[in-house]
């Protein structure tokens, strides 16, 4: 019944369903989604994604944009594409710097691949398509509508595996994120309950993303792979094509192949009565989550250690050692990264730029600086031990310098964590700063103006014009 009771719940969905602060989580989420998605494309992986399927003739007329292109609508389509080709590429970008959104108690990062596919349909339902008769303008309610189904659904379902199928090395991201995007859009497209169930059928086979990849390209590929197959299964299931009813319980379905224990019944039941979308927290740090208590615990140290009129260098610091909770290792453990996306997994390399540059933005987690010489040296000193009495949003930070002195710091709650989110003000700067790099600070103004206003537009399809 699980497929069943999915879809049944998000065909009925209406936006007066959603409480107040569910919106302002949906619009957050579908912001700082943006941000991500435009300043990531400065990265290798979507322009390599984008320039491979224009260059092998993949896509149709465009009709969705490529969020961090910095061309306006009328530079002849530069900047634009069909919606599968926009919302793999968006989808790409938005995931490829980590640093998105995330649902602390599954890992998954929900606005990624919901989002992605979402942006893209209905930029492509505003345009007149030959043969098929009016634009339709969809408002910013049924935008957020939509997003929330996608985004509850593929949480609920993560829950519903969590942490078995993560344990596994599934990218549970990517894995739930499919059928998410197919039940986002389903409901966007107005699919009844027996088309969008075989929607979600259509989804859950196309089940992509291993841990292994994780500092590679290949890692944000699972996004927009994810993001392209929940478009496409929708499109699928609205011109008849079939599935499975029962694809997610069925015995030989999603639930039971890519986990070793489901509880999905429980957790549906829930839909929309606990909204796990509230839950939803915000990257202050483009890495792995997990390492995000020792990088405030060190960029700490670091304004105290220069407050205390001392030196931070190779010379004046004698070890560095870290306490952390046992799935930092698991999941961050590289301890001689060689590229950027390798340092967002590597809490050697992201304990020695807290402390030596006291920040970890996206410039700290270049090709250039995870082979600095200097900052290479100084993940060297970096000793970690593991604790199991330590949360996943704490750490004990400390340094030992040359001189005989110490400096300690614990981190009850990180930034960024459900106990210590970031402000509105800090959620802002982050956007500003990510998308001004790729497009211009002018232009990242009314990006901003534009998106944090979604739920208020009438043609959320026009929204790519307003910057």
């Known amino acids: 019944m699980a497929t069943l009771t999915l879809a049944s719940w998000a065909t009925n969905l209406t936006y007066a369903n959603l409480t107040a602060p569910v919106i302002d989580a949906a619009v957050k989420s579908i912001y700082n989604w943006a941000g991500c998605a435009i300043g990531g494309f400065a990265q290798g992986a979507p322009q390599i994604a984008l320039n491979t399927s224009r260059a092998a003739g993949f896509g149709g007329p465009p009709t969705s944009s490529i969020l961090g292109l910095n061309a306006s609508v009328g530079d002849n389509g530069y900047g634009f594409a069909d919606a599968q080709l926009a919302a793999f590429v968006n989808g790409i970008a938005s995931h490829v710097d980590d640093y998105d959104d995330t649902h602390l108690a599954t890992l998954i990062h929900p606005a990624g691949v919901v989002a992605s596919a979402l942006f893209a349909i209905t930029e492509a339902e505003s345009q007149v398509k ?34 078995e199928h993560y344990d596994v090395g599934w990218h549970i991201t990517s894995t739930t994120g499919s059928i998410g995007a197919a039940v986002a859009v389903g409901k966007l497209l107005g699919l009844d309950t027996e088309h969008l169930q075989h929607a979600i059928g259509i989804a859950s086979t196309q089940v992509i993303g291993m841990q292994a990849f994780f500092g590679s390209m290949t890692k944000s590929f ?11 299964a929708v499109l699928l299931a609205q011109n008849g094509y079939t599935s499975s009813l029962t694809a997610l319980e069925d015995k030989f379905g999603w ?3 890519v986990s070793t224990r489901e509880n999905a019944t429980a957790e549906f039941a829930e839909l929309g009565k606990t909204w796990e979308i509230e839950s939803n927290t915000f990257k202050p740090f483009p890495c792995g989550i997990v390492m995000h208590p020792t990088i405030d615990g060190a960029i700490q140290l670091h304004n105290q250690t220069l407050s205390e009129g001392k030196s931070i260098s190779t010379d004046s ?31 050697y390399h992201a304990a020695a730029v807290g402390l030596l540059y006291g920040a970890a933005t996206p ?22 031990s593991t604790d199991d009495s330590v949360a996943e949003d704490q750490a004990y930070v400390s340094i030992a310098f040359s001189d005989g002195s110490t400096l300690e710091k614990f981190v009850e709650h990180a930034i960024g964590s459900l106990a210590n989110p970031l402000t509105e003000e800090e959620l802002r700067t982050k956007f500003m700063d990510q998308v001004s790099r790729q497009i211009g600070s002018e232009r990242a103004e009314k990006a901003y103006n534009a998106f944090t206003n979604i739920g ?9 014009t307003l910057f």
């Not at 098929?132 to 593929?154: I, N």
């Not at 070890?319 to 999941?331: G, H, M, Y």
């Open 255 to 257: 639930l039971h192949v």
């Open 130 to 163: 030959e043969g098929k008769g009016q634009a339709r303008a969809v408002s910013g309610p049924e935008f957020l509508t939509a997003f929330v189904a996608g985004v509850e659904a593929e949480l609920k379902l993560g829950l519903s595996v969590y942490p």
């Open 222 to 232: 699972h996004i927009g792979r994810a993001t392209q197959s929940g478009l496409l």
């Open 317 to 347: 610091i004698k070890s560095i050692d870290l306490r952390v909770n046992p799935e930092v290792l698991v999941l961050t453990g590289q301890t001689n990264p060689q590229t950027g996306l390798e340092g967002k997994f590597s809490i």
């Open 456 to 464: 208020n537009m009438t043609d959320v399809g026009k929204l790519r």
């Open 363 to 384: 410039a700290q987690f270049t090709d250039q600086v995870v082979l600095n010489e200097t900052v290479v040296s100084m993940r060297k000193l970096v000793k970690v």
